[in-house]
């Protein structure tokens, strides 16, 4: 009976010990497998990452290729001009062409500016115009003989201080970002800075830094969200061309008698009520527009007001689309006669083009 029992026993262990290896060798069976399933998942993520490897160098190749073919040199002047391509960022591969004196990539839906714009030291010309940037990098201070800067038609939010390091700038263009509120004070340094345009934005206000632009010739901040203008406005002394239609400016200060300089005066489509006499002491005004207001007829206490101004001034504006400044001179000088001068007068749909 105790053999039997002994048998049993036995049989049973060998049983568990069966068991038991079999159970050890299926854990091992599915850790080899899921190794080889790992080893073989490591070996196709390196088989594509070599194939992707092979085809950013080609992509690198083919892009090189291309930027070269565009590539211009005339003398001196190496230009790079590229136009509806999808970009979207610049090429590493042009971070080498450190020859280039003009760079333009338009309409190429670029959303950033790479910081290795530094390397463009002899850079004279920057048009990144029709684009989707949103930022500038503060890099592009470093562009001492960048000479005109072309970013219109892009998103742009906010400009860099360290852009008024760009000391060489001569031309700026800004339109047409649609968001741009304010232009940091450090731009007041870019004294050689001729041609200034803010035009489709949102300014409220000149910016201060335009302000002291002292060579400032044109400047356009059309289509923005202007209410008045400085009383420092003849800050601008040498300012030649001033365009502020599409606004919401009501009153036009005084002080714009004093821009001696000032040729062309745009304010039409904005919403003046009165305008200052004085202009037309302005020795070299030839154009000056403002169509498309509601300047309101002249109020005065006094019994001898002339008549209606904005009668007289649309049958001139309809029969003789350039007056001449004669007719301005006698204007304000009948004015004067009747003792009815005021400090602004009023008139309603004029474009003058003054000889």
């Known amino acids: 009976m105790s053999s039997c029992r002994i048998t049993l026993s036995m049989v049973n262990m060998a049983k568990v010990m069966y068991t038991g290896v079999s159970q050890i060798r299926a854990m091992w069976e599915s850790r080899i497998s899921k190794q080889k399933v790992r080893q073989q998942r490591e070996q ?5 990452s070599a194939i992707e490897r092979l085809r950013a160098e080609w992509h690198t190749h083919v892009d090189i290729a291309a930027v070269k073919k565009k590539v211009t ?32 990539v338009l309409n190429s839906r670029l959303h950033v500016l790479p910081r290795f714009v530094a390397n463009f030291q002899r850079l004279q010309t920057l048009d990144l115009s029709k684009n989707c940037l949103q930022e500038l990098p503060k890099e592009i ?3 001492k003989g960048l000479q005109q800067l072309l970013l219109s038609y892009n998103q742009l939010r906010r400009i ?5 390091d760009c000391e060489s700038l001569e031309r700026l263009d800004l339109s047409s970002n649609n968001s741009l509120e304010e232009l940091p004070y450090q731009l007041s340094s870019l004294k050689k800075l001729v041609l200034l345009d803010l035009s489709v934005n949102k300014f409220s206000s000149v910016p201060i830094a335009v302000l002291r632009m002292s060579g400032l010739q044109w400047l356009d901040m059309s289509k923005n969200r202007l209410h008045e203008l400085p009383q420092d406005i003849d800050r601008l002394e040498r300012v030649e061309t001033m365009l502020l239609h599409h606004n919401s400016i009501r009153y036009l200060p005084l002080a714009l008698s ?12 904005d919403h003046l009520v009165q305008v200052p006499t004085v202009l037309y002491k302005l020795p070299h005004l030839k154009i000056l527009d403002m169509r498309e207001n509601r300047l309101q007829e002249m109020r005065t206490t006094k019994q001898t007001s002339p008549p209606p101004l904005n009668k007289r001034l649309q049958v001139v504006d309809a029969e003789q689309e350039d007056m001449g400044k004669e007719f301005m001179t006698s204007y304000f000088q009948d004015l004067q006669k009747r003792e009815t001068s005021p400090e602004y007068t009023t008139v309603v749909s004029l474009s003058l083009q003054l000889g």
């Open 44 to 48: 196709e993520r390196k088989a594509r």
């Open 160 to 164: 860099p201080e360290e852009l008024g």
């Open 141 to 143: 201070g470093l562009l």
């Open 73 to 104: 040199r005339d003398e001196s002047h190496v230009a790079l001009r590229v136009e509806g391509e999808d970009w979207r960022a610049l090429p590493q591969s042009l971070q080498d062409m450190v020859d280039l004196n003009e760079l333009r």
């Open 258 to 269: 004093d821009m001696g300089e000032l040729r062309t005066l745009v304010v039409s489509a």
